[in-house]
């Protein structure tokens, strides 16, 4: 399936905070313990849907951080086995994995999560989600972005997430001087 294919069949879609975005994350944290417990060196909600009252795509974004002598093999064979699609990111070091959760070949189905997998000590994404918990300010100038982003690359998630660079990077800068 090409790009714009995937695209079409999974538009940017974006919704109100939901407050059971928290629960799903702890189920989904607690299945992920269970699997893959042996391996978390640290686990954590990142993303909108972890900032109260932003909007988001409704896509439940999970930062697992895994110990350096995990077995990635095993550890991807265990992911897939709980229903994740593992996808290969050409051009980021391993163990930068990504796994997606939710989606079919004919689009969504039940709630969508996406895992991404790092070596401790990956602090960007929380730092980020921190710094718009803590002000909602921000996180509003963050939503109104995500908005007119949408509006613009509704079928283009590559030129999405790349429009929101520049923004999420100069949060982490600052928030890093604080």
């Not at 959760?101 to 039940?110: L, M, S």
């Not at 100038?141 to 949408?150: D, H, N, P, R």
């Amino acid at each position: 399936m090409s790009d714009e294919e995937l695209w079409t069949l999974f538009p940017i879609l974006l919704t109100e905070h939901q407050e059971n975005w928290k629960d799903l994350y702890i189920q989904e944290e607690e299945q992920l313990r269970t699997f893959v417990g042996e391996s978390i060196f640290r686990i954590r909600h990142i993303g909108s849907t972890a900032v109260k009252g932003l909007i988001a795509k409704p896509t439940i974004d999970i930062l697992l951080e895994i110990k350096e002598d995990t077995d990635t093999e095993a550890f991807i064979r265990k992911i897939e086995s709980i229903g994740y699609i593992y996808t290969y990111q050409p051009g980021k070091p391993a163990p930068h994995m990504m796994f997606m959760k939710g989606y079919t070949p004919q689009g969504f189905k039940g709630q969508a999560y996406h895992l991404h997998v790092r070596y401790a000590g990956d602090w960007d994404e929380p730092i980020f989600c921190h710094y718009l918990q803590l002000h909602p300010e921000v996180a509003r100038k963050y939503g109104e972005l995500k908005v007119e982003l949408k509006k613009r690359y509704e079928h283009d998630r590559d030129a999405y997430t790349e429009s929101k660079t520049e923004f999420i990077t100069s949060i982490v800068q600052l928030a890093r001087k604080r």
